[in-house]
């Protein structure tokens, strides 16, 4: 074979492999949205229609579900308190990374990262006994201190990334120009960090919205809403799933979306 | 008024030591300049100045007043850093009030100051751009009056200028002599360039591995090295050394020929490329390299197997393999001990 006729080959691969990668995250997207605004009746049906119905029934029946609410507003406190706690501890965990050398810092870093690698059903059980031991079980707090720890390793290097990405000499003149340690995070490093902090916090969010089996397992009375969706699945009708899982999956879509720019650069700190 | 005295402060980091015992007491309104190659602890020193980093041992005291074991913001002093660390986040106007808005200073002497300083440094029409708008001269000019706003005892520089470009560099340094001469701050400025520290120090300390070496004003320190490693480390191209053999007391013999000399068991003869002149006689020299440079040639010879640079007249032309012969300067040959490497 040719050059050409090479790199033409090579081109083709190039596309086809860009096409199935899009296809693979699109396709389900595509036919969750699909499916929840058309109308029951055409859920089942097939060939799929490209631009859905716009019927509303299956989402209008969804949120008039009893308990579908209650379950979103549960997911939404979770998810906050959540969004919260991972930053309030994960940022200075990342900042003390980036910023000190202590013994035993590899030793953290690598304990940080442990955190994941525990299977959450090994730890369930126990976390159920504990948490009803102590009045935490089917709380929000409870739930939301059982996300953090999922959020946090997450939080923490994204910060730590961030904060090693701002030259400690901007520290050090804000130090020189009469600032103390906090005065000088709260306003040089800060205003710098806060996009990727807010694009962190952002992520936990979506971590807790987006977590099941934790949810299940420690909630009763105030499930989250996929802990919600996971009990009624096997008793709800196919159009109800598909309204749940686009009701699940529109708000970590749209905040990814959101946050899409903060996650790939980091304003102002390419160019110091 | 802050005269600065550096009382035998020694850092180590680990097993490493940066700074070995220094002393140095640097002049009210002095501009003294840090010299040394890299890793020679010339930025450790001026971080503990500047409070960044504290001395394993010793003291620093500014105006009088002992300030090692206060924070950088209570020392009285500003810093302009290498990579100018001018905040993105702020207006050039911002980033030079920002230490006076720190010291709660009103609003109309906050633009007084900032106005005078950007006028100074020529950054006035740039007061309302992002740093992210502005040239590495143009942030380096923001630094600069970022710290002369502050009004402060002692302006530190840590390799202000390495980052700009060679002309670039030629007009900020003749700039910032003018400002800080006018400024009557006293100045510590650190930095890798011979040519820099000459042009603008009315000291130079030369460091080498942790220690200085020589603190003297610049025609001292490239007249008389007080030791060798300041005759080879400045001057470009640097000083030439050749061995000598004792021929009696005072005298010794250097490629074949008898100089006077200082009395001592064994020494090493030292001169500078420019106080060569070529003659009849001299030390015999076979020209390896020829470099017409405009005003003068360069010429790299071997004398007595040793390799010896020459600055002639460039209207001296010789070629590669000539024998030549250089008579030095009989009051610029120095001595040295190679034993110590100091001066004899």
């Known amino acids: ?272 | 008024m802050a005269v600065i005295e550096i009382k035998q402060v020694a850092k180590t980091f680990g097993s490493f030591t940066a700074l070995h015992s220094v002393d140095l007491t640097i002049a009210d309104q002095e501009f003294m300049v840090l010299l040394g190659a890299s890793g020679c602890g010339k930025t450790t020193l001026l971080r503990i100045i500047a409070g960044l980093e504290t001395p394993t041992t010793g003291e620093v005291w500014i105006g009088g007043r002992r300030v090692d074991h206060l924070p950088p913001r209570e020392r009285g002093i500003a810093m302009v850093f290498q990579n100018y660390a001018v905040f993105p986040h702020l207006t050039v106007f911002e980033n030079i009030a920002f230490g006076l808005r720190m010291k709660k200073m009103d609003q109309a002497e906050v633009t007084r100051r900032v106005t005078r300083t950007a006028e100074l440094m020529h950054i006035e029409q740039l007061l309302k751009r992002y740093s992210g708008e502005l040239s590495g001269g143009q942030r380096q000019r923001v630094a600069v009056a970022r710290a002369l706003a502050m009004e402060p005892d002692v302006i530190l520089m840590d390799e202000p200028l390495s980052n700009l470009d060679a002309l670039l560099r030629l007009e900020m340094r003749a700039e910032l002599k003018g400002v800080l001469a006018e400024s009557k701050t006293t100045t510590i400025y650190v930095t890798h360039d011979q040519v820099e520290a000459m042009s603008l120090a009315d000291r130079i300390s030369v460091m080498n591995g942790g220690r200085i070496v020589q603190a003297a004003n610049p025609v001292e320190v490239y007249r008389n090295p007080a030791a060798r490693f300041v005759g080879s480390f400045i001057g470009n191209p640097p000083m030439n050394f050749l061995a000598a053999t004792p021929a009696g007391p005072g005298k010794w013999q250097v490629a074949g020929q008898m100089f006077d000399g200082p009395v001592a068991a064994a020494a090493e003869f030292a001169i500078r490329p420019e106080d060569l002149h070529p003659g009849d006689t001299g030390l015999p020299a076979e020209v390896r390299v020829v470099e017409p440079l405009g005003p003068h040639t360069l010429i790299t010879a071997s004398v007595a197997g040793q390799p010896f640079r020459a600055i002639l007249d460039s209207t001296l032309l010789p070629a590669p393999g000539d024998l030549l012969h250089f008579a030095p300067a009989p009051d610029r040959i120095r001595w040295f001990d190679p034993a110590t490497q100091t001066a004899l």
């Open chain 1, 1 to 272: 074979m040719s050059a050409p006729s090479v790199r033409r080959a090579g081109n083709r691969v190039f596309v086809a492999g860009v096409a199935l990668l899009i296809l693979w995250v699109l396709l389900p997207i595509w036919l969750l949205f699909v499916n929840a605004l058309s109308a029951p009746a055409e859920v089942t049906g097939f060939p799929k229609r490209f631009i859905p119905s716009f019927d509303l029934a299956s989402l209008s029946f969804f949120f008039g579900f009893s308990g579908v609410i209650d379950a979103l507003w549960n997911s939404v406190r979770v998810a906050a308190v959540t969004m919260v706690l991972s930053i309030g501890v994960g940022a200075p965990a990342g900042y003390a990374l980036s910023r000190f050398d202590f013994p035993g810092k590899e030793l953290f870093r690598f304990l940080v990262v442990m955190t994941r690698a525990f299977p959450l059903p090994l730890l369930a059980l126990p976390l159920a006994v504990m948490f009803i031991r102590t009045g935490l079980d089917d709380t929000i707090l409870g739930l939301a201190l059982v996300h953090t720890t999922l959020a946090l390793p997450f939080a923490v290097l994204i910060t730590y990334s961030l904060f090693s990405g701002i030259p400690l000499e901007l520290e050090e003149a804000a130090w020189t120009l009469g600032c103390n340690r906090v005065q000088a995070f709260i306003k040089v490093i800060l205003p710098l960090a806060a996009p990727g902090i807010a694009a962190s916090a952002v992520f936990a969010f979506v971590i807790s919205w987006n977590e099941v089996f934790a949810a299940a397992v420690l909630t009763v009375e105030n499930r989250t809403l996929t802990a919600f969706l996971l009990q009624s699945l096997d008793v709800s009708p196919l159009p109800l799933k598909f309204a749940g899982g686009a009701a699940l999956v529109l708000p970590a879509l749209f905040f990814i979306f959101a946050v899409r720019k903060y996650l790939f650069a980091m304003w102002g700190i390419a160019n110091r």
